[in-house]
């Protein structure tokens, strides 16, 4: 077969033959040709091979021959077309007569006009059709009888063979759809008649799109069918031609299979390694690659490590085989504390540093000391000074004494025992604990909210390298649930490790050989640690983020200010108004001039205060009212080996 343009191979291929190998002719002066296709770059060279899997009309281009006026029709126009049996035109009734007869055409024959033709008793409009049934005298003049309509709609005329005009005659038989005149290569280039478009006589140039395999793409290509090349069909000669498709591992976890399956690594994805495994290296072009399947359960655990300068993050798997401990928590401010309370957990901690409240103008903002046990109770807001508002911690002092103690000395303890912490106090808290059970990673995330912090009491069995153990504490900080492909390296046998293609979507083609079928579960890495910009990354998807950032405490000039003001312009009332956190556990709105219920159950000492004295920001240690920035101590060391 010779080269063809593209449209003429389109236009005579059945699409019942297809798919169809074609070498691609780009022309005799180039040796190729670089063309936009569907928005991406596509090279079509001399020589290349494609195969055409489909083709799809897009659109009919109508041209008017005598105009060179053209219209767009969609393929799914409904009107019918009539085949012009002969480009020539003929001026009179008689010309056409006499030119069906020489040619051995019997009546009847059809014609169109046009030009509108008046009779006695209607008017013939331009391109309707006609069909001449017989030549007659009429009238004493010879005239040929012709039938407009059909049916019920059937009128018979009578024309002088004299009538002027232009006439085009065209096939008998019922007229055809779009498609049929398309799909029939005896109209190829033909002229038609259309009742529908106000034309006498159209060309049909139909426009497909041909969606082909190329090598080594991973996509179909869509080629218009007017493009300027040349193929030819080597189907015969090309039966043992295999087209290579790249495939990405996020389409072989949208596909869902078949597993195993056996690539080639074709191409990493560029950048910096999101995991820090020595597996990480071997993953190049070229590498044999085995997929074994979607990894299960397919949450994982992000953690960092506690006691060094510097922390490492590590992504943990569900199938963690380690045990860990609970750890106690350290909570740098009040505003921490809040974040950590759930609902129906107590939660009970120890000052680790002094933190002197201003007493003398704001007597409910308590002082603690080092040691100080506290109860965590609830969130509230309060009137300060100005009348501004202030975000408060409700705690509960907890005594170091027996139990007899403690009912002897009730009446002195009661006056204390409920406290109020600004949200920003800076003071150091940590964990009050008592919980030394040993739990499995599924079981802790089941029944404790992130983040939390344990420290791992025995080490994976199945991962006789886990880094883990090796940490004084770890603080789990997020579930995520993201879909992994279980892989191996077919150099590195019995060595399996998960991959997730949302971070690293590398592209492998599908190779020959028979993937091996493995038995049970297999021994994948169950701890991966992370390199510092991906897990940064990570920690701002929506599933990682974290509560707003705590409120800054006021300035000290702004102090300053308060307290000036509030001595020249009396004391104020103070009022409890309802919490504006939704994501903290929220007290009952409390009534004006009171504080929230579990507050004012012991005695009426605040509700008498709190009359007379206004509720302000506590004045912290001493420092240069010109600085902006609050320092915060560190915790205070005796109390780390408590934890």
């Known amino acids: ?22 070498r691609v002719y780009s022309g005799v002066y180039l040796e190729g040709s670089i063309y936009e296709i569907a928005g991406n770059e596509c090279c079509l060279s001399t020589g290349d091979l494609i195969k055409v899997t489909q083709v799809r009309l897009q659109k009919v281009v109508c041209e008017d021959p005598r105009t060179g006026q053209i219209l767009e029709l969609a393929p799914d126009f409904q009107g019918h077309f009539s085949p012009l049996t002969s480009p020539q035109s003929y001026t009179t009734l008689e010309e056409l007569v006499s030119a069906a007869t020489q040619h051995s055409l019997h009546l009847p024959i059809y014609f169109t006009s046009t030009h509108s033709i008046a009779t006695k008793d209607r008017v013939v409009t331009e391109d309707q059709p006609l069909m001449l049934e017989a030549v007659e005298m009429h009238l004493g003049t010879h005239c040929a009888r012709c039938v407009l309509g059909s049916g019920a709609q059937r009128v018979v005329l009578h024309l002088p063979l004299s009538q002027k005009g232009t006439f085009w005659r065209w096939k008998s038989g019922t007229p055809q759809t779009l498609l049929q005149v398309l799909q029939d290569p005896a109209y190829k280039d033909g002229m038609f008649t259309c009742p529908s478009i106000p034309w006498h006589s159209l060309i049909l140039r139909p426009q497909y799109e041909v969606q082909a395999i190329m090598h080594m793409r991973r996509t179909i290509v869509k080629i218009p069918s007017t493009l300027e090349v040349e193929v030819q069909d080597v189907t015969a000669s090309s039966q043992h031609v295999h087209f290579i498709k790249p495939l990405l591992l996020s389409e072989a976890l949208a596909q869902g299979g078949p597993f195993p399956l056996s690539t080639e690594i074709l191409e990493v ?47 943990i798997s569900a199938d963690y085989k380690g045990k860990l401990r609970l750890r106690p928590r350290e909570f740098p401010t009040a505003y921490d504390l809040l974040g950590a309370l759930q609902p129906g957990q107590p939660l009970r901690v120890v000052a680790t540093r002094d933190c002197e409240g201003d007493e003398e103008e704001n007597p409910e903002f308590s002082s603690l000391a080092v040691g100080d046990r506290l ?9 300060g000074a100005q009348g501004q508002d202030v975000g408060v911690l409700v705690c509960q002092r907890l005594s170091d004494q027996t139990g007899e103690e403690k009912e002897e000395d009730y009446e002195e303890v009661e006056e204390r025992e409920r406290i109020l912490l600004p949200l920003y106090t800076p003071g150091g808290f940590v964990e009050e604990m008592n919980d030394s059970r040993r739990y499995s990673l599924a079981d802790l995330a089941a029944q404790f909210s992130l983040p939390c912090e344990v420290k791992v009491v025995a080490k994976d069995s ?10 004084p504490g770890l603080r789990l900080e997020e579930k995520i649930t993201e879909p992994f492909l279980v892989v191996g390296l077919d150099s590195q046998p019995g060595r399996y490790f998960e991959i997730p293609p949302r971070w690293m979507d590398l592209t492998v083609v599908e190779a020959k050989r028979q993937p091996d079928q493995l038995a049970g579960p297999l021994p994948v890495a169950t701890v991966e640690e992370l390199a510092n910009a991906f897990y940064y990354n990570l920690r701002k998807l929506p599933a990682c983020e974290n509560q707003a950032p705590p409120p800054r405490p006021p300035k000290s000039q702004g102090l300053s200010e308060q307290r000036t003001s509030g001595k020249e312009g009396g004391i104020k009332s103070s ?41 302000r920001p506590t004045k912290f240690q001493t420092q240069d009212p010109d600085m902006d920035e609050h320092d915060y101590e560190e915790i205070v060391e005796h109390f780390r080996k408590t934890m």
């Open 1 to 22: 077969m010779e080269p063809v343009p593209l449209q003429d191979f389109v236009r005579a291929v059945d699409p019942a033959s297809l798919p169809r190998v074609l």
């Open 269 to 315: 994805p560029e950048g910096p390694p999101i995991f820090l495994s020595p597996w990480v290296g071997s993953l190049c072009k070229g590498q044999k690659l085995c997929i074994y399947g979607l990894a299960s359960p397919p949450w994982r655990v992000l953690a960092s490590s506690k006691g060094r300068k510097v922390p490492r993050h590590f992504m």
């Open 375 to 383: 109860e965590v109770l609830g969130s509230g807001q309060v009137y």
């Open 462 to 471: 199945s991962n006789p390298a886990d880094p883990l153990v090796s940490f």
């Open 575 to 615: 009022k409890v108004l309802e919490p504006k956190c939704p994501k903290t556990p929220l007290l009952p709105k409390a009534k004006a001039k009171t504080l929230p219920e579990f507050y004012k159950d012991k005695s009426d000492m605040y509700s008498k205060t709190t009359a007379h004295k206004g509720l």
